[in-house]
């Protein structure tokens, strides 16, 4: 079952709009939510988090926000720039204690058109 | 400062070979995670070693094993690969008992044939 779903695989935008990430979540014990960013042949980039005490957080072009009610979280990028181009993963933890995998979901492609 | 160093890059094996993979984490890290992402899929968690002991374990079989050496690096070892075991084999560090400060390595992709 998957815990963590980015439910669309690929999302296209032009260089300078905001691209819109989404990600659900199914598990309430999930109290921690990050994003990462990968190229091909390589590993996930930490990009941005949020913990579940928040709703908001933002980092530069990167904004993350947190939906409890409604188990869902988004990351917008303003202004999307060609080097964006990469896979994105949402993961998600649940920080107990010391036992504190992640949960990925199956990550969305994002194309930014110049 | 190094990030999370892994060994080797790519690797070829046969099915029914045994395969070990190395981690040496970041600096400052005593947690190694390891992930296994097959090809279009998400990392998938292996399992967590702190302090020389396998702490947590996802939906792996025996088949696959780890260790993790008083300098903190980590071996992930596979027995018996499956044509199925090809993937790209992830290892992250963190800081003890957080997820806040995962570092990946830009992982060892495993070829069975």
């Known amino acids: 079952d998957q815990q963590v779903k980015q439910n669309s695989p690929s999302l296209s935008v032009q260089e300078g709009r905001i691209s819109i990430l989404n990600c659900d979540y199914t598990n309430s014990m999930f109290d921690y939510f990050l994003w990462y960013k990968k190229y091909p042949a390589e590993g996930p980039t930490f990009l941005i988090s949020?913990?579940?005490?928040?709703d908001k957080n933002e980092d530069g072009r990167f904004t993350v926000f947190l939906n409890k009610s409604a188990k869902h979280l988004s990351l917008h990028i303003v202004p999307s720039q060609p080097g964006d181009s990469a896979v994105y993963f949402c993961a998600a933890s649940s920080n107990t204690g010391a036992n504190s995998k992640l949960t990925f979901g199956k990550g969305i492609t994002l194309s930014v058109r110049p | 400062d190094a990030g999370v160093t892994q060994s080797p890059t790519h690797l070829i094996k046969t099915r029914g070979q045994q395969v070990t993979l190395r981690c040496s984490p970041k600096?400052?890290?005593?947690?190694v995670s390891w992930y296994q992402q097959a090809l279009g899929q998400e990392p998938q968690f292996i399992f967590q070693y702190y302090e020389e002991e396998e702490r947590q374990r996802g939906n792996f079989p025996d088949r696959f094993s780890g260790h993790q050496f008083p300098n903190y690096s980590s071996e992930l070892n596979v027995n018996a690969l499956l044509l199925g075991d090809s993937a790209l084999y992830l290892c992250?560090?963190?800081?003890?008992?957080?997820?806040?400060?995962?570092?990946f390595g830009s992982g060892t992709r495993l070829t069975v044939v």
């Open positions: 600096s400052g890290h005593d947690t």
């Open positions: 949020i913990s579940s005490i928040k």
């Open positions: 992250a560090s963190s800081p003890t008992g957080s997820a806040y400060g995962y570092t």
